[in-house]
């Protein structure tokens, strides 16, 4: 218990101490550009998607999209003609995944849209409120997404073989840690506190799953949250399950800080000075 309570004191410090400097070096920073709650959910979607690799690449990479999505990305992808749409992304790339795939995304926002009125209301048709989290309902969005008409993009009923696409929308019964899928329900689902957004109804922050990536699961395994290896949906539920008993009603609230302290702040757990001016230093075994 003594520790519990020094890990609680530690981190909900570190929880105060985020900062604008954080924000700006991350991809959230992309839906605060926006004031409307329809944009920002809809930035939401693009930015988290392609929040995979180094920083600097995927700030770069949602800087060219945004620069073409305009003031409201909620009319952009409203409006999304594929064909045109194709044209402007031709020669995108990020990673693995090009102009087709981009334009694919901004396709299935403007469908999910047009079906339910909203993300929020598409992805809640398969929520349950009295479910322990959100797994159920990641394997059903994730499903119902890519199971949408996409002939417009790739000229067929399915999704060909050599698209990346589907990358964008993992789901937990594969196995998949599904980071940005869990990093995107954290934005937009915790309360507006300055960093997250508090946009949408009928979920409960209680119901969230930690975005598990490599910072994450790095150092939730030093301060022993997690004995698992491998970087998987089954770890994902294990930090998350530690991590409320810190905080039950809203255990994700840490992960914006944590996973700061390797994007921003260079946490290798392998660098001694660096290690003894770590904001966590006094509670991980690591930093001893």
């Not at 530690?10 to 991350?26: F, T």
């Not at 993992?170 to 957004?197: E, N, Q, T």
Request: glycine fraction near 6%; include cysteine.
């Amino acid at each position: 218990m003594p520790r519990t309570l020094d890990l609680k004191t530690c981190l909900d410090d570190l929880y105060a101490a985020r900062s604008a400097a954080h924000l700006a070096n991350d991809p959230l920073s992309f839906c605060h550009r926006y004031g409307e709650p329809a944009d920002r959910e809809v930035a939401a979607v693009i930015a988290s998607s392609f929040a995979y690799g180094g920083i600097k690449i995927i700030l770069r990479t949602l800087e060219r999209v945004f620069a073409e999505l305009g003031p409201s990305p909620r009319r952009f992808v409203e409006r999304f003609d594929p064909k045109p749409g194709l044209r402007t992304f031709d020669g995108f790339k990020h990673r693995f995944n090009d102009g087709r795939d981009l334009c694919a995304l901004l396709w299935a926002c403007r469908l999910m849209i047009e079906e339910s009125g909203s993300i929020n209301a598409f992805f809640t048709r398969f929520h349950d409120s009295g479910a322990e989290d959100a797994t159920a309902a990641l394997d059903g969005y994730a499903s119902a997404v890519r199971g949408l008409d996409y002939r417009p993009i790739f000229r067929k009923s399915t999704i060909p073989a050599d698209s990346y696409f589907p990358f964008f929308f993992p789901a937990p019964a594969s196995g998949s840690a599904c980071k940005r899928l869990c990093m995107f329900l954290r934005w937009v689902v915790r309360p507006a506190d300055g960093i997250d957004l508090g946009l949408w109804q009928g979920i409960s922050p209680a119901q969230l799953v930690i975005p598990v990536d490599t910072h994450i699961s790095r150092i939730c395994s030093y301060l022993g949250f997690t004995q698992r290896k491998n970087a998987d949906w089954r770890m994902a539920q294990e930090i998350t399950a530690s991590l409320r008993l810190l905080d039950p009603t809203d255990p994700v609230k840490y992960d914006f800080s944590l996973a700061h302290l390797g994007i921003s702040e260079g946490c290798t757990g392998t660098d001694p000075l660096r290690c003894l001016n770590c904001a966590i230093a006094g509670v991980c075994p690591q930093a001893a």
